[in-house]
């Protein structure tokens, strides 16, 4: 016999004592249905779709049939939507209840009435005739909760139904990974079907998982994709803590939605947005995805800027370039390879600040900082950074980004790689000419594990409002003279 822990807050959710039988029956169904899997077309989860399809049709017919408070009711409208999917209500989620969302619902939806009935305040004289506002407003809240009752229904129903499910593959093969199969193996509601797990056969405490062991922790990486899972699920592998990093950035890098059982789950763990499987909690982790519309909306905002500031600047570059010629002499621009996205090598452009000795000097040498050979303008420009505004046509170009991890010489990659494990993580997105390791004082020599750390940092965490923070705090630093 095996026995499972029994949930408390969901009757429906639980589970008390598993046959043998009855276990060998789940592994045998997840077998099966991994079979037929392979001779079905993908239909992947898209929830977000139709939350976002219902919520328009719930509030955009209202706002237009009142012909009095039309703009106001579709402004009211479009900020709803945006406050929801910035409040995190459109992600996806396994435990689907009005009734949890309810209070976030509400909440944003108040807001956005608000906002249009203090403007509308403000642009008239009296309130007569804001009754009607006020009942359209009303209106518009029953019909958003109602449609999102209907479309959570929907979502459950087809899931049940195997129309839309999420292969999954668990890594580890301990109780949580045995429990997480049960639950799934008798709930379809949560819209995932267990491939199977990936853990070393000789883990200190064995259980039985109703579900086939994939491959071990060494080929992990190769398991996910040959076994085409949609995403992963971290329960309990034995492993230290250390493999366990090395095993989520493996799981990161092959581009896979990643769910993690915390590890005191027993616990309540505050979440600005739990979720559950049974009565398991999960937390899907946020991955990095160099690709979608926030990338294109980076690279976008990187032509716009670097297209600008070179036409705007035109004036620092012409006098930049004029002092350094005066200074040393013929050649402006100091041209050297770096290490971009994905290792590829590129050519840096930057204004000269010395001659380096001859070209190995300028492979190996670290730092400049302090070379006698540097003199007044070029100690101007490392101090102020204005040496790097060449790379403005890297960036158009597109060897660089506005923000990112500054590129190094493939000779001190090698170096630092060699050195630091996670130093070669930072290749995973362009080149920038402002980074958050930069911009917190790591400048010149300072620690390469610190600033491999920062920019892992940034890579993990970006965002489009985290860059505009750095490249508010870069032009501090420019206008202090905070560089080298």
Known sequence: ?????????????????????????????????????????????????VLLVLDLLALVPLALSNSTYVRGLMV???LTIVLLAAGGLYRPRFHLSVLDELPALTGRFLVAAWAVVLLAAVRHQSFD?????????????????????????????????????????????????????????????????????????????????AAPRLGDLSGFAETITAAQADLVIVADPDTTEARFNELIREAVGVGRDLVVVPR???????????????????????????????WLVKRGIDV??????????????????????????????????????????????KFRSLRP????????????????????VGRLLRRTSLDELPQLWN??????????????????????????????HRHRVPAGLTGLAQVSGLRGDTPISERARFDNFYIENWSLWLDLKIVLRTIREV????GR
């Open 129 to 209: 005739g804001f009754d009607t506002l006020f009942r359209s407003e009303a209106l518009m809240l029953l019909l958003l909760l109602g449609g999102r009752a209907v479309s959570m229904w929907g979502i459950r129903l087809v899931r049940c139904r195997r129309l839309s499910t999420s292969r999954a593959l668990l890594l580890g093969g301990g109780q949580v990974a045995a429990e997480l199969t049960q639950v799934l193996a008798r709930h379809p509601r949560y819209g995932l079907e267990v491939l199977g797990y990936v853990d070393d056969p000789d883990r200190a405490d064995p259980v039985y998982v």
């Open 479 to 482: 206008i202090f003279a905070g």
């Open 357 to 376: 000795l001859d070209e190995a000097e300028s492979r190996t040498t670290w730092s400049i900082a302090h070379d006698h050979r540097v003199g007044r």
């Open 304 to 349: 716009a800027v670097s297209s600008l500031a070179i036409v705007a600047l035109s004036p620092v570059l012409v006098a930049c370039a004029i002092a350094v010629r005066i200074e040393g002499g013929p050649g402006i621009l100091f041209r050297q390879q770096r290490v971009g996205r994905d290792g590829r090598h590129f050519e840096v452009l």
């Open 395 to 424: 960036i158009l170009r597109g060897d660089m980004t506005l923000v990112g991890p500054r590129p190094e010489r493939p000779h001190f990659v090698e170096v630092f790689s060699a050195e630091h494990s996670l130093y070669a």
């Open 264 to 294: 005191m789950h027993q616990f309540h763990i505050p979440s600005a947005h739990p979720d559950h499987i049974g009565a398991i909690p999960v937390v899907r982790l946020r991955t990095l995805r160099m690709s979608g519309w926030r």
């Open 1 to 49: 016999m095996i026995t499972a822990r029994a949930g408390t807050d969901r009757t429906d959710d639980t589970f008390d004592v598993f046959d043998v039988e009855d276990i060998e029956d789940i592994a045998n169904r997840v077998v099966a249905n991994t079979r037929t899997r392979q001779r079905k077309s993908r239909r992947p989860q898209r929830d977000w779709v």
């Open 76 to 78: 009211s409208a479009a």
